[in-house]
T-cell receptor, first 114, second 117 residues
Framework: AQSVSQHNHHVILSEAASLELGCNYSYGGTVNLFWYVQYPGQHLQLLLKYFSGDPLVKGIKGFEAEFIKSKFSFNLRKPSVQWSDTAEYFCAVTPRAAGNKLTFGGGTRVLVKP | GAVVSQHPSRVICKSGTSVKIECRSLDFQATTMFWYRQFPKKSLMLMATSNEGSKATYEQGVEKDKFLINHASLTLSTLTVTSAHPEDSSFYIC?????????????FGPGTRLTVL
């Protein structure tokens, strides 16, 4: 079975700082990759996804993620964060063969100080 | 984006009673709905997948007789926690997707917090 690990449980940074959240997965086959965000008191929303093609994926709100197949990684980045980026971020994977099942990482709580 | 609602948002019940949680896709037809459970400070764990008109497919370790899932229409799925016990207390989240292909985005509901006394 696949698994997803997110290296940082909590990240605290100041506005305008750059953000990078690590995500590694374990699965031998082809996967689809996702990053979701959960703002305080709100439901999960899709930030971006990778299925195929350019491994550098751009999402909403200035986020991007890079798929590095050799490292089984899909790290999320944002060059300059804002206070409104305070949220919990989840990486998720689904084997392309399985289709349906999202396996989530443990999540990273990001606090952006104004 | 598409909207998925859940009702109730919070429920407190006594041990031994059953609780029903509704998940509705408000502006699209959800061919597939998913039910997740989220423990405090932990990630979402997929409990089951249901396609409209079919029996739900449960993940390993999830008791199908305890967590009854019904997906009778393209806009409604229900999760019934039968004979609830304190260890069933958790945050339950549903998601809905149009179509059967993984490329279609899952839209998540706001979650239901269940507390069993």
């Amino acid at each position: 079975a696949q698994s997803v690990s997110q290296h940082n449980h909590h990240v605290i940074l100041s506005e305008a700082a750059s953000l990078e959240l690590g995500c590694n997965y374990s699965y031998g086959g082809t996967v689809n990759l996702f990053w979701y965000v959960q703002y305080p008191g709100q439901h999960l929303q899709l930030l971006l996804k990778y299925f195929s093609g350019d491994p550098l994926v751009k999402g909403i709100k200035g986020f991007e993620a890079e798929f590095i197949k050799s490292k089984f990684s899909f790290n999320l980045r944002k060059p300059s964060v804002q206070w409104s980026d305070t949220a919990e971020y989840f990486c998720a994977v689904t084997p392309r063969a399985a289709g349906n099942k999202l396996t989530f990482g443990g999540g990273t709580r990001v606090l952006v100080k104004p | 984006g598409a909207v998925v609602s859940q009702h109730p948002s919070r429920v407190i019940c006594k041990s031994g009673t059953s609780v029903k949680i509704e998940c509705r896709s408000l502006d699209f037809q959800a061919t597939t709905m998913f039910w997740y459970r989220q423990f405090p400070k932990k990630s979402l764990m997929l409990m089951a997948t249901s396609n409209e008109g079919s029996k739900a497919t449960y993940e390993q370790g999830v008791e199908k007789d305890k967590f009854l899932i019904n997906h009778a229409s393209l806009t409604l799925s229900t999760l019934t926690v039968t004979s609830a016990h304190p260890e069933d207390s958790s945050f339950y989240i549903c998601s809905a997707r149009w179509g059967l292909v993984a490329y279609n985005e899952q839209f998540f509901g706001p979650g239901t917090r269940l507390t069993v006394l």
